[in-house]
Nanobody, 124 residues
């Protein structure tokens, strides 16, 4: 089992920045790919970013490419999402997720463990 706990969400003005963290425990953190997803009110959950087990390969949704950066620190068992130039449409609950595979994927079906989520609200 893997336990994931997100933190770092909050209220920020458009153009601002936030850094989300996801603390992992339970199994070897470095053995699988990790990802961030988000869900806005009334919308389906969508892929945001993912990173390989080694932290070398990354994937981003087109909507966040160039603004968000995913990274991981295996020594601290922590996943990060640096979010810059935030827009009101980035408002959502953000979830971190852990996959059994080593390579990043955009498919939420490939992620077997999920955190409880952290709210990000961007005001205009």
């Amino acid at each position: 089992q893997v336990q994931l706990v997100e933190s770092g969400g909050g209220l920020v003005q458009a153009g601002g920045s936030l850094r989300l963290s996801c603390a992992a425990s339970g199994r070897t953190f470095s053995s699988g790919a990790m990802g961030w997803f988000r869900q806005a009110p009334g919308k389906e959950r969508e892929f945001v970013a993912a990173i390989s087990w080694a932290g070398i390969s990354t994937l981003y949704a087109d909507t966040v490419k160039g603004r968000f950066t995913i990274s991981r620190n295996t020594a601290k068992n922590t996943l990060y999402l640096q979010m810059n130039s935030l827009k009101p449409e980035d408002t959502a609950v953000y979830y971190c997720a852990a996959a059994l595979s080593t390579q990043p994927t955009v498919s939420d079906g490939e992620y077997h463990y999920w955190g409880q989520g952290t709210q990000v609200t961007v005001s205009s």
